[in-house]
Each structure stands twice: as C-alpha cells, then as structure tokens.
C-alpha cells in the first residue's frame, strides 16, 4: 500500500536566552543539547595542530594568533614543534629556532600557557620535535632497538669458533644513516646478546626447529668465541644481537635532532614521560587546573624491525615456547614450512602489539593521568605504515583516540583508502567508552590555498557519518612574520590561519563543525550488527561500507578480541555491550584462523540465543606445543556450525554458516534503520545516535545536486524534529506518518547538504495538508506555518551590470564594471584574472510585489570561496556552502533594491599570477605544489573565483 504522507511543518526558534519553550517537558537533557547544539562548548570545538617550523617563533604572534583562534570559535591547539623539508626552506627562509623542550622553548612555551589560560582554550602537547616519540634527551637504552644477525661456517669437530660482532648497516630501511653512540671497542654503547644457534645445513628440505640447537651458553660475547664441539656434518653457527637501530625523529627542528625511543618498553617510555613533565610542570603549577589538558603521540612511522630487550621472556610467557629458534626465519623465511612461517608471525606480531599497547599506550595513560592529564593518539596509524598493532586495542588503551582522513589525497588498496581512519577509531571510542572520536582532518599534499569550507565540508560531513565527534585541524602554522601573505605555511595540510584568505568569515565554518560534533559526543552510536574483525596483527579497520557492509539502511559496530571474550553478553536474544548497546546479530569475519577461546565464546553465546554468524576458520592461530588446540578446534567446528542455508533459530546454539548479517536481519523482520525510495542511487548516508529516549540521525546528501526525498527512520511514538547544524535552527515537525514500525518524513537537502533529524519521546498530533509532489518540487523547506516549496524557476534574474571594487595594492584595478557574471579568472586584466583576496559586488535590482503569502529568498549560485551579502543596507550574514541562499521576505522592498556580495577565496590564483608574471605581491615557503607531480605555481590551474552566479530570486509557496 502506497503512504499518504500528510505534514506541517512548525518551526520553533530555541535559545538559551530566549526562554521560549523548548521541546518536551521536563526532559533536561533534551534543553542541554538544545542549549549546547545552538552554542557549542570549548570541549566540542575544532582544534588546530599549531605548527612551529624549525622551532621559530614570536611570542608577540603567538598571543595574537591564539586571540584569533577564540574569535573564529575554535576549541584549542596541539603544539606541534616541526622542522621543514629543505624544499620548503629555500635559502633558510625559516631560520632555527630553539631547541625543543629548552630554556628558550619553555620560556615561550608558558607565555602560551598563560594567554590560553586567559582566553579558556585547550593546549595539547605533541611529545617530540614531529614524530615519533623521542628527542635529543632519549639515551641509548630507551632508544628504538632492532636485532642484528651475523653467521660463519662450521666444520664437524671444531671447538673454538670465532662469531664477529654483527655488522651494523649504514643506512636505515628509510636510507637515512643511522646515529648509533658507539664505544671504544667500535661496539654500540647500548648491546645486548639475543641467542647463538648453531644450524645444520640441510638441502632441498624445510629447515627442522628441533635440530637447530641453542649453545648462547657456550659463547664468549667479549672474545666473540664459541667453544662448542661441532657435531657431524656442515652447520652454520648464527649470533643474534639487540642494538640500537639508530631511526631517528622523522623531521625534526635543527636543534631538536634525537632519536625515537624503543616504544615495546616502558621504560623508555616512563623516561619519555617524565621528562616532559618534569620541564612543563614549573610552567603550570598544577595540570590539574592548566590549560594543557593532554599529551599527544603522534602516528608510529618507524620503518626498521623492532625489538626490544623484554621480548624474549615476553613471547615465552604469551606463547609457551620460545622464539630462539625461529630467530633465523627474520632473516629469510624461506628456510621454514610455510605454515610453520605463518604461525609464528602470527605470534610474534601479536607479542609486539600487546608489548606496544601495554608498555607505550597504556603506560603513557598511566602516567599521564596520575599528574591530571590525558593521553591522546592515532595508535591505529595510517595504514601506509607497518603498525603492529591491534589497533582496536590500542586505541582503547588511550584518553582519547585519535585517527586522520586526506582531502583529495588517496591510498587505495584492493579498492579502499586505507588512510582514511575514522570507523576504526569511532569503533574503539564506542566500544571501551572513551566518548570522544578525533579526527586529523583535511590533511594533504596538493592543495595548497586551493579550497574553501564548501569543499572541506564533505570530507568532515563523511567523517562524521563514520563516527567522528571531535575535528583536529591539520593545520594551523604560526607566523613568525605579521607581513607577508599568505605567509609561511606546513608542506602538508589545509592552510588553516588568520592568514588564510577566508579566515574571517570563516566562524560560520567552524560553528557548524561544532554544532554536528557537540550532538554526536553527548549520544551514543546506534548499531544492527557486530563484526568481529578477528585475531591477526596488524588489524586495521577499513572505511564504513567497504570490505564489510550489512545492505543499504543499517549500520554496524567493530569489536575485538579482548572486548568479545571480556564484555559481550546475550540479554533476551539480543547481543549486549553493557553501557555501549545492543545487537540483533554478530558476524565473525572470514579469517582462516582463529584462536580458541574466540571460538568457545561464540558457542557460548549462540546456546544463549545470540544470532552468529560466520565462516569456520580452517586452523588455529598461531603455533602450540601439541596438537590438543587442532584438535579442540576439529571438535568445536564439527559440532557448532550449522550447514549453510539454515534458517537462523532454527537449531539452538549453533553458528549459521552461509548467511549473510542482510539475509539475518530480514528473516528476524527488522527493518532498516533509515531508507528512502532512492536507495538505490545511494545519493544519502546517515549514521544514528540515541541518548535517553532522544534519537539523532545525521543524514547527508554524498552528491552536488538537490535531493528531495520521503526518508523513513525505525522509530514509533515519537515526534521528529530539523536540527540544521547549518544556522543552528531547531524545527519541530508536527504532522508525519508512521508505520509498521518506522516514520516517513520529507528533507530536501542542498548539494552535500546535511541535516540531524531528531526524533523525541513527545507524540505530537497528526494533522495537515497532503505532501507535495516531490517531483515537481525543486527544494523545499521548514517553517514555523507550514512547508514552503518552489518550483526552481526564479522570478527574477539579477542580470544587470555589476560593480566591482577590489582593495588597493593587490594589482586590481580599484574597480570595473562587469556586464554579466563570470569568474573574474576569465578576465583579461592580470590583476583580476589573478585576484586573491575580498572583492565587492554591488548592482540594483527592481522588485515587484508577488504572492503576499509567499518568502522570498536570494540565491547567489556559484561562489568562490565564501560570500557575505547585505540588500538594502542590512546584513544578511554570511554563507559559505551550497545553496548560498538567503530569506530576503523582510529586506526586500517593492521598487529599487542595492545589493552588496562581498567574496572572499583563496591565496591560490594570486600565487600563481605571481609565479606566472614575476610580481611579488605575494610571500611564502611553499614553492611546490601537487608534491606529487612536483608542480610550481606557475604550473598550477587558476581556481574560478568571485560570484560568478547566477544570481536569482525565488518564491517559496507555503502550503499550511
């Protein structure tokens, strides 16, 4: 049966002054998100990473950098001390600075401190000069170790063998010269003996573990002699040695050089830790009440192999064997069975994660939080990087989880971007309850001032579909210098500074980040089914919908090991995650392998009802001194599967082979979450959030066109409302229907626009008029008496001659009068053709009365970047995203009409021109744009810039 969708629509305006009514009584938490939607606090702010290059800095700068990042309505900075590729620097355009962490650094360092305080803005403190974690204080038994290997030949019957010392290579695997502190006997400082084996060489056959034999008990490591009787044959005798790999920090400051401390112990990193805060601590007095409210450890890009003095003892005590023998297969694993192989990586990667996330992640919290300060990170890492990690863990083992996601830059593997961290990291937050999900956003390599917040706003848009609920510039850079635009700026990232040509009408940018990320940090994700990502390291989470996807209109959560076997419970048939949620069915992923006792749990949970979901790995993980695990796991999957095909329930306590989490869902008749008649074109996304009988949804339009649609939302008795984190109006939704367990409601959604549906436990009454033919209806919006609709065919045209004034000294004329609208980029004139900066439009237009009953809005079409509109001598505020649209009802009047469109965009095109023509109007560092093709400005594209229209105003009927 086809629905009747009968609405009216009534706005209500709420404000935390206003004291007008403000949705169902007596819900506080309903008013305090109302409140906190409408005015974000500090806490659901962006934050920038606040670049110092090379460590040079002006305080007097600073102060007003950071009065500017108050005013835009940012939250706080992460300190970020950095040196400068030598591209970026020519002719030491950046000079040193201080070194980090010194006298010097600390004195300017509380000047920070002390202004932030003042203006009650958040500090983090990223903990090295760039990454990872280390600097020039870091002594040689803290430092990053890897294993080094040397071999000799052995005859049958010799005693006395000489074993050298390991040569160390010169270069790194990055090809960097590795700094290793040596001693007078030309050794590393800091050695430590691993194993001697002695190997027999066997042809044409896998090497046998149990004939390699351990004689470190026999070897001199001062004399570097082996006394041992070599038995029969020909053997290979291999020393193993732990030294210092000598990686340093990746792009570090010029006085900051050091190296990057052994991150599987934490030592090292109790060292590291200590040392910040017993520098920062006098600058402070108390954490407790500074503005540094946390430490952050930046992405773990080392390259060389790790080890670290306590793994051996470590994988014993994880594994029950010992890893002596199998050191060889470092080295070349083609000596071993393949399985064999596979088995003991899985170990060790698994030993090296848990010594990471125990002795790094988990101490730093440690530590951190026992002098009142949190710990934050993208322990995950981007997924460019061999990370051995358990990244869910890892992550859950922080204060506050960090990832990233690049603007317009991609790896794609197999299909996915792999640096696009945001599932993962949400997955993490939501499952240890940690409540905030950052995101480093908008990181790049080739768009330098070459956007504006219209081409950010999807990316975070995304983002925020995918769980983020805290935004992270990347990334502000300080300017020693108040002359010179656009100034100094980092080689990677958007260029986000009072700098930056949009910077001052940027506010409404930020405010709506804000809006979106205060609701999604006070509610709690919503999920159908859980995945279990299962048991390997590295375990990196891939993008919502990619590698694993439940079918259009619902969503899913990712859990792990440590969470599946300690926390997950079945209540009522229904998977349960105390405090984080409930789940109709939990799908295990199609690893070949998995360990035991993940199987013995989902048994257990299938005999209590649960819906699972899977295929049966074919062995277990790992390696084990017998076979009683095998054959534990033969047992358990002969019995516990069920054959593919069956129906879910119907045999108890089984895992249903064969069906997919889509094809369970529909056989438990639960229906989507959120859908619309479209699915198919898969134009929207959403994500769902719930808190206390409130329901959130976020829905997002992925394409540059309007979208009108009939959406429907799995909710019963209650009442929708529009919260548009774009202006921060609230319109409660009188009339909608319901049925079969889901209400339908219309949005119209502007090119990559996006609206929170809220939907409260107050039933309101259904009466009104019948719904508009979508299909004749351009776009359509909310009011406070009724749905008003247009057409999209304007009334009028604003096509009369335009005025445009341009500022004095940036190579424009003062002014010049355009008969049409098009980017200044196609004028003739160099200095308009390569105009940076603020233009103003002006022009006039008659206006004729029309339907009384009707609101009569302004649409400027294409800008570039961000306008600022005022008719008849009122401002209409500013815009910056599509539709770039204003209710003009109340300024227009009948006759004559003055226009003013003030557009502002990028830095870009006046570089370019720069570069093109040899004028200087002009500075910066950055001479290489698109690092990827290596491009010079004089080589970059012109982005269209100005109003280039067209300008056109509309009729919107009201329907009541």
Known sequence: MRMLLLIVIAFVAFSCSSGMESGPRGNA?????????????????????????????????????????????????????????????????????????????????????????????????????????????????????????????????????????????????????????????????????????????????????????????????????????????????????????????????????????????????????????????????DFATSPIKYFYLASYEAKDFAWSTTLPESFRRMNGYDIAKFLPLLFDNSLFDKELVERFQFDLRMTLSELMINNHYRKAKEISNSYGLKIASEAGGPGVYTIPVEALKALGSLDIPRGEFWHRTTRVEDGVDIIWLVKEIAAASHIYKRGIVEEEAFTSFINDWQEGPADLKPLADKAFAEGMNRVVIHGFTHNPNAEGVPGIGYFAGTHFNPKSGWWKVGRPFVDYLSRISYVLQQTDFVADVLYYYGDDVPNLVPPKNTRFKVGDGYDYEIINKEILLGQLTVENDKLVLPGVGSYHALYIGGAEASSYEVLEKLAELASKGAIVLGEKPVRTAGLSKDNEIEIKLTDFSDKVWAQPGTNVRSEEGKIYSGILPIEALKQLNVPPDFSYPENENSSLDYIHYRKDGLDFYLVRNTTDQWVNSTCRFRQENKSPEIWDPTTGEIAAVRTFEEEGGQVSLPLSLPPHGAQLVCFTPQKSKAEGQPLPDLNNVSWFRYESDGIYVTAGVPILTVDKEWTVKFPKGWGAPDSMLLPGLEPLTNSDIPGVKYFSGTASYTTSFDFRKGNNEAKIVIQLGDVSEVAEVWLNGHSLGISWTPPFQYDITDKVIVGKNELRVDITNNWSNRLVGDAITGEKFTTTNIKVVNRTKKLGWEHVPLVPSGLIGPVEIYEMKAIR
């Not at 409408?38 to 950098?65: C, H, I, S």
């Not at 044959?233 to 990057?260: D, K, T």
Request: charged content about 25%.
């Open 29 to 285: 938490d309903y008013d305090r998100l109302v409140k906190g939607f409408q005015n974000p606090p500090t806490e659901a702010r962006p934050k920038v990473y606040w670049w110092w290059l090379n460590g040079y800095v002006d305080t007097l700068r600073l102060r007003e950098e950071l009065r500017a990042i108050k005013e835009i309505g940012l939250g706080g900075v992460d300190v970020f001390e950095i040196g400068v590729p030598a591209s970026e620097n020519v002719g030491q355009a950046i000079p040193a600075g201080p070194a980090f962490m010194g006298p010097e650094f600390l004195e300017t360092l509380k000047v920070v401190v002390d202004e932030a305080r003042k203006l009650e803005l958040e500090v983090g403190m990223n903990l090295a000069s760039s990454w990872n974690a280390g600097g020039s204080w870091t002594k040689p038994e803290h430092a990053a170790k890897t294993i080094y290997m040397s071999k000799v030949k052995a005859h049958s019957g010799s005693t006395r063998i000489k074993v050298p010392f390991p040569t160390i290579p010169k270069l790194d695997p990055r090809g960097r010269t590795r700094v290793i502190k040596y001693g007078d006997d030309g050794k590393p400082e800091f050695r430590r003996e691993i194993a001697v084996l002695a190997i027999p060489k066997e042809a044409d056959t896998p090497l046998d573990t149990t004939r390699i034999v351990n004689v470190s008990a026999f070897f001199d490591s001062e004399a570097d002699v082996l006394s041992w009787v070599v038995p029969e044959g020909e053997w290979e005798i291999h020393r193993y040695v732990c030294a210092n790999s000598g990686e340093q920090l990746f792009m570090p400051s010029a006085q900051s050089v050091g190296p990057i401390i052994d991150h599987y112990d934490s030592s090292a990193t109790r060292a590291h830790l200590e040392f910040f805060v017993d520098q920062i601590r006098p600058l402070v007095d």
